[in-house]
């Protein structure tokens, strides 16, 4: 006879969980007892929106699920934000909640809410524990579910007196899920139909998105680009699916995207979407998308494929998969070497760019673009959500998959020092940086205390520009200057407080020796916080206005 927090901690070990990250409370006191026996290692963070997005950093970095537990009531509404996130960008989660002692539920019981309702539409499924020994079967279902089809996030709700029940249910059970059975093989037929159109197509053009990550496929996308020189772009969460160092790569599409991919979005005859949703992020005007294109969409979500544009080639498949099978096919395609060649003529004629020759003050895309060189490209790079994160998709070398770790669907504030976190516990051998703003910072800073208690080396760059930036970018393009509430009057001493967390903190103001600080910051072996004073009147640019078409960009000359 076992007690329901010990099945539950076997059933992990099963799981092959090797990290949990969560907070403590009265509901999941015993499950917590029962993890001082030290058989899984628990991060212990400051905030339980801080322990999700930990583990969705966690995740994202490792391609394995991430593990959360929080307590009941206000535990488990904090732990809100980061389920919504993990939902919106496919992320493999499972996240135990604390609940009342089942007698409890529905009484307004202390610290009770309703986890399954208001998890309802942000997870993939939920549980609610009401017999012990159903846990073994729940558990093994949650993780399966978490991991296989479109990824996302699992809970588990918890009633306490389910933990302290004893059981002798065996940890060894069948998954039976009849009625979940995703497709993970490609119709034949179909990759048949892409590859004809292929070979007619004149005007190729390859879109990567999450899903190319998700499936861990880049080796198998870049064959398939190289193989039929198809000029490729990639969405946010696509960037590191094909190296920054290929010449076919044209970057970031979108709002914020590179000239040459959003015109290349414009002119193609043929669009092959592996793994993007076509979010409004992508596409802002659904009707002048691609106009010309024939579109092929290959996703693992039957739901995703004509929800917002019509497609003529669905694929319901995993993405590895299907490009495994593409290239046991050879076609004959049409000359595409003007294709090509407008393509990287746009690619070089109008790069991302800034004014290097201004020396009043830092440009925050010369910090990240330095520190792409000191990195060689190779780092994780987690950010939080604003400006800096375009500026870190427009002038960070990404080389491959795994290496970003953002805030995609949901664009949540606050993200970026949890989730860098989770991607450094993680990926203990890689470096981590951080690109984070100002007011991002002040969302989840707590989290720093981590970083000395852990000993956790990761580089925190606070681009600082004393705003809002991107609301404050808005409201000067749209709104006639009007920086309503997006300015800081006033801001606390980030190094002090980085001090007071007993890490180390520096600050750089001078734009003449910018490069030979953050060269010297580099060396440093533990945890550091950099926070870099940078101009705060600069854009992202290109940019395409909400609602507008790809090929109505803003800044470009």
């Not at 202390?110 to 309702?117: K, T």
């Not at 409004?280 to 659904?286: E, G």
């Not at 290109?542 to 470009?556: D, E, R, S, T």
Request: proline share 6%; hydrophobic share 40%.
């Amino acid at each position: 006879m076992k007690s329901g927090s010990k099945i539950l901690i076997d059933a992990l070990l099963k799981q092959k969980v090797d990290m949990i990250f969560g907070y403590p409370g009265g509901a999941v006191l015993p499950l917590y007892d029962a993890l001082y026996d030290g058989d899984i290692p628990h991060i212990l963070t400051r905030h339980e929106q801080g322990a999700v997005h930990a583990a969705e950093g966690y995740a994202k970095a490792t391609g394995k699920p991430g593990v959360v537990i929080v307590t009941s009531g206000p535990g488990a509404t904090n732990a809100i934000t980061g389920i919504a996130d993990a939902m919106s960008d496919s992320i493999p989660m499972v996240v135990f909640t604390g609940q009342v002692v089942t007698e409890g539920i529905g009484k307004d019981a202390f610290q009770e809410a309703d986890v399954i309702g208001l998890t309802m539409p942000i997870t993939k499924n939920n549980y609610q524990v009401r017999d012990t020994k159903e846990l073994p079967r729940i558990i093994e279902e949650a993780f399966h579910i978490a991991t296989t089809g479109r990824k996302g996030p699992v809970v588990i709700d918890l009633p306490k007196d389910m933990t302290i029940m004893e059981t002798d249910a065996a940890i060894d059970v069948k998954l039976h899920l009849p009625s979940y059975q995703p497709t993970v093989k490609p119709n034949k037929l179909q990759v048949k139909k892409l590859m004809e159109a292929l070979a007619a197509a004149k005007k190729p053009l390859v879109l990567a998105g999450a899903g190319v990550v998700h499936a861990n496929a880049s080796k198998e996308l870049a064959t398939f680009v190289d193989k039929y020189e198809i000029p490729t772009l990639s969405t946010l969460l696509g960037l590191g699916a094909l190296s920054i160092e290929n010449e076919l790569f044209l970057g970031m599409g979108g709002m914020h995207g590179s000239f040459a991919a959003n015109m290349a979005l414009t002119d193609c005859d043929l669009l092959i979407n592996f793994g993007s949703r076509f979010d409004d992020r992508l596409a802002s005007a659904p009707q002048e998308f691609a106009p010309n294109a024939v579109i092929a969409h290959i996703d693992i979500d039957p739901a995703e494929i004509g929800k917002i544009i019509d497609t003529q080639i669905p694929i319901v498949a995993d993405v590895k998969e299907t490009l495994k099978e593409i290239l046991k096919t050879d076609v004959t395609c049409e000359d595409t070497t003007d294709w090509k060649k407008l393509n990287l003529s746009r690619k070089k004629l109008h790069p991302f760019k800034y004014d290097k020759e201004q020396t009043a003050e830092i440009k925050p895309q010369k910090v990240i673009e330095y520190i792409g060189e000191l990195t060689d490209g190779e780092a994780i790079i987690a950010t939080d959500v604003g400006q800096h994160q375009m500026w870190a998709a427009q002038f960070y070398p990404f080389k491959n998959e795994k290496q970003l770790v953002t805030s995609g669907g949901l664009g949540t504030m606050g993200y970026g020092i949890p989730a860098a976190i989770g991607a450094k516990l993680g990926c203990p051998d890689k470096e981590v940086v951080l690109f984070v703003g100002d007011g991002g910072f002040q969302m989840t800073n707590q989290e720093l205390a981590i970083l000395n208690e852990y000993n956790i080396p990761i580089k925190i760059v606070i681009l600082n520009n004393q705003s809002l930036g991107m609301v404050r970018q808005w409201q000067e393009s749209f709104f006639n200057g009007r920086r309503s509430e997006s300015v800081f009057a006033t801001q606390p001493d980030f190094v002090k407080m980085a001090e007071a967390y007993h890490i180390k903190g520096m600050r750089i103001t001078n734009p003449k020796t910018v490069e030979a600080e953050l060269t010297e910051a580099f060396k440093e072996t533990g945890p550091l916080l950099i926070e870099v004073m940078v101009s705060p009147t600069e854009h992202v640019l290109p940019m395409v206005p909400a609602g507008k078409a790809n090929y109505q960009m803003l800044g470009v000359d």
